[in-house]
């Protein structure tokens, strides 16, 4: 176990190819921006754009600059591809088609 004065988190990662978690030891203190810059994924993923996508922890969304605790997850979301409304009216359209 490790002391009062740091945490244990993971940052979490994932594109249509691959998952990546990287598990880290931060200062008690930290923030959701300091994980991620600490995690190597802004290098590792260069799409990863922190002013456009969303952040959570657990997958409930949070800011960059909220303060993590020991045993979170934080997840970096992708932008989604299709709009899921748009989807499903899509194929509603072609069913009618049929």
Do not use: W
Request: hydrophobic content about 40%; some cysteine; overall charge negative.
């Amino acid at each position: 176990m490790g002391s009062a004065d740091e945490i244990h988190v993971e940052v979490a990662y994932a594109t249509p190819m691959r998952q990546i978690v990287k598990s880290l030891t931060l200062s008690a203190g930290s923030s959701v921006a300091q994980a991620i810059r600490a995690s190597g994924l802004l290098d590792e993923f260069p799409e990863i754009d922190l002013n456009h996508q969303c952040v959570g922890v657990f997958s409930e969304l949070v800011q960059l600059d909220a303060l993590l605790n020991d045993g979170e997850r934080v997840e970096i979301y992708r932008a989604l591809v299709a709009d899921p409304k748009e989807t499903r009216r899509r194929r509603a359209q072609a069913k009618k088609g049929r």
